[in-house]
């Protein structure tokens, strides 16, 4: 059944992106997004995609830096009205131009302006992780139904050509019947000082930051929910990078049909690899959930053939995501990765840190 209901919804995502598809009339003006945290991430990697979108819009920027948000706010021709900082965010309510507020901020502060968004009148996408605890993510969904607007979570390999492919020959039998998946995620954390090794700001360490891309593989890849988890954690409390939160953790994930999955995220090396082991062959991606530049291949067991995906609908991951969330918002319909899928999520994670902790089992 939740293979049934992935299915239709990756099919979906096609269909509410497919160009020149009837989901959207050539009057429909693109929907306005607000970025709020012109960081990395925010201002490198997701304004610049604005130019690859059919449906979307930059329409504000907020940021702690005014000089900055009005540099960029002149470089895409936004006027001053167009800038918020956090503390007047609130009047965002009063912008008709920004139909979409995009937090792009540290995980700890997902949660504040998802609902501060909402409650200003505005629907939300929310950058990974989702926040930084369960009852955060429940506090998100409840203040976007009250508001009733749209919550998707930033889950933008949904949307990137390798990761659906990879996905759509899982789900037609092309390696069999998959027995197991080892997705790996890591990089190498070198400045002590960032955010993400503070956990009132990140929630945990890499399992907030990459091990998130390895439980999403290992979920849309197998279409199943797991039904427990077993994780154990290696991290070197001496060094100084690691004083708050994890390094390395490996957690195992075990599905109904019997398959399962071995996961891994970590600080202290670079890693991004996603290998589904099926009864007749593999499907393996490396590197898999780049921002560009994945690899696939296919064998009966190693890489024999390499598969060059179909162009995905959108121009790139990013704009597909941009553009579902505005469809959605449009069509009044849930986002693919909604804020129920990453509440899925957080409560995995949670139950992940309990079993290193506890070293043991957790049933899910
Ligand atoms: P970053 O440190 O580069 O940017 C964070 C932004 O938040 C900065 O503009 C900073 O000024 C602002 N900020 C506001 N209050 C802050 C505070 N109290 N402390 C620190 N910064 C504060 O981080 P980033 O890499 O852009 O990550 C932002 C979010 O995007 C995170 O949730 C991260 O997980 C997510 N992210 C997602 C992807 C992806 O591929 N989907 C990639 C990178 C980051």
């Keep these: 059944m939740e293979i049934g209901r992935r299915d239709i919804l990756l099919g979906s995502a096609a269909l509410l992106l497919a160009p020149g598809g009837s989901a959207c009339a050539a009057t429909d003006r693109p929907l306005g997004y607000a970025i709020v945290g012109l960081g990395y991430y925010g201002l490198n990697v997701i304004i610049p ?186 991290t070197d409390r001496r060094d100084p990078r690691f004083t708050e939160v994890e390094d390395m953790i490996d957690w195992t994930l075990e599905f109904p049909s019997g398959a399962m999955a071995g996961c891994l995220s970590m600080y202290s090396a670079n890693q991004n690899r996603i290998l589904l082991m099926g009864d007749t062959g593999r499907i393996e991606l490396e590197p898999a959930t780049r921002y560009d530049g994945n690899e696939m291949w296919t064998g009966k067991d190693g890489r024999e053939r390499k598969i060059v995906p179909p162009p995905g609908p959108a121009k790139t991951q990013f704009a597909g995501q941009l553009d579902h969330m505005a469809q959605s918002v449009r069509r009044g319909q849930e986002p693919i990765v909604s804020g129920e899928e990453g509440l899925r999520d957080m409560r995995i994670v949670e139950a992940i840190y309990r079993s290193a902790r506890e070293g043991r089992t957790i049933r899910l």
């Design 49 to 234: 995609q604005f130019v690859n979108c059919t449906h979307s819009r930059l329409a504000a920027v907020v940021s702690g830096d005014r000089a900055k948000a009005q540099r960029v706010a002149r470089e895409h021709g936004l006027s001053d009205k167009a800038i918020y900082s956090y503390a007047d965010f609130d009047t965002i309510r009063d912008n008709p131009d920004v139909d979409i507020v995009y937090v792009c901020l540290p995980n700890g502060m997902h949660a504040e302006y998802t609902i501060r968004a909402a409650r200003a009148g505005k629907h939300v996408l929310c950058e990974k992780p989702m926040a930084i605890s369960v009852a955060e993510c429940e506090a998100m969904i409840a203040a976007c139904r009250k508001a009733d607007r749209k919550l998707m979570i930033g889950y933008r390999c949904h949307f990137e050509a390798h990761n659906l492919e990879a996905m759509r020959l899982a789900r037609s039998g092309a390696a069999g019947k998959i027995r197991y998946v080892r997705s790996e995620h890591g990089f190498v954390q070198r400045d002590p000082t960032k955010w993400r090794l503070k956990r009132a700001l990140s929630g945990g360490g890499s399992l907030m930051d990459m091990g998130i891309y390895s439980l999403q593989a290992a979920r849309y890849m197998t279409g199943e929910e797991p039904v427990a988890v077993t994780a154990r954690e290696s």
